[in-house]
């Protein structure tokens, strides 16, 4: 699934009534929940085991709903099966799908600085800047779509998505959206996701025509920008950076299920759930820590202390770590899934500020934006080595690594499963 074509500046069809939601803000995290609604559906899913940690291996064969743990029930129907009960097990190291075999492999660096209107594209192999696609202003992320078989890159004041074919690594259309910052696809494909940050919207669009179907705006949720979903589908969770917030919303109905306020000091920025499905880890660079959210219950369930300014969340090939990028320290650090604390750090020598990015699809760099030093930041992740340095123009942000591997895109700068 993807978006078609729409010709730049067609009107966007169809628009229903802004779903609203109030909550009170407190000093500490606390949850307004309304009434859910849930999906029907009663699929079956395979069973696995649930720990902070990445799942043991277990038996790939359905087993009856009822007898899994509750967060893989009822799985968004359409959407593929989750296996051994790892969100993550078909995005391993060197698991690329039929579709993306025959991609470059590079790197897509758009430039979010006011005056850029650039893609810069790096060889994964020589480290080279190999190409410059010319897009929109204002551009934010590079997006893989659901299908992979192409890329987005988000140009939000030029209010377009421009698409690019990753197996030539050249912009090939441009289609009409109003202020996209961040893309997601919903697991089974059906939907868009798209961040209206300028505007506090979060819109369902159809995937296929880009056409409106409902515009969401909650309450003291401003600053709409990252999200993941959850492990069955049923809702995703939304950063909301500039009110301290999160949001769950309901993937089918589209209904505010709960909100969760973190405090005025909060800026959530990157989401992202745990390989059991367990945890959503959500990077708050306004505190300084990685806060670990209860999948289940909306609460927060502990935190992890981070050096200055946690952006970037990035789980590792094999599932048992995550790299957290600390924009305001110039550091990366590793958390291990399973212990809930920083295995490593590591330094950019001289200082950086590490934004946005993605693992190789062998999982042994990290490759990651530097926002405010105009350069690209690429560790090995066996040794935590910085071992390139690549300027590039203007403001790098929402980098995107590609060919990954994973089934299916879920958007963002490639959050596979």
Known sequence: ?????????????????????????????????????????????????????????????????????????????????????????????GQLAPATQADLARVYVPDSSPGGTTVTVISQRTHRVVRTIHVGHLTQHVIPSYDLRRLYASSSESNELVEIDPRTGRATHRLAVPRPYNLYFAPDGRQAVVMVEERDVIRFADPTTGARRQDVHVRRCRGPNHADFSANGEYLLVSCEFSGSLVKISTVSHRVLGVLHLGRASMPQDVRLSPDGSTFYVADMGVDRVRLVSAARLAQVGSIGTPPGPHGLYPSRDGRKLYVSDRGAGKVSVVSFATRRIEQTWTIPGGGSPDMGGVSADGRTLWLSGRYDSEVYAFDTRSGRLVARIPVPGSPHGLCVWPQPGRYSLGHTGNMR
Do not use: E, K, N, Q
């Not at 069809?13 to 000093?27: D, E, I, N, R, W």
């Not at 509750?70 to 097990?89: K, S």
């Open 1 to 93: 699934m993807s978006f078609a074509l729409v010709r730049r500046g067609a009107p966007l069809a169809g628009c229903l009534l802004a779903t609203l939601m109030a909550g009170a803000c407190s000093a500490g995290p606390t949850a307004t929940t309304p009434p859910t609604a849930h999906p029907s559906a009663t699929h079956t899913v395979p069973a696995g085991a649930g720990t902070p940690g990445r799942p043991g291996t277990g038996s790939t064969a359905p087993v009856p709903a009822d007898s899994t743990p509750r967060r893989f029930r009822h799985p968004l129907p359409g959407m593929p099966p989750v296996i051994d009960g790892d969100v993550y097990a078909a995005a391993g190291a």
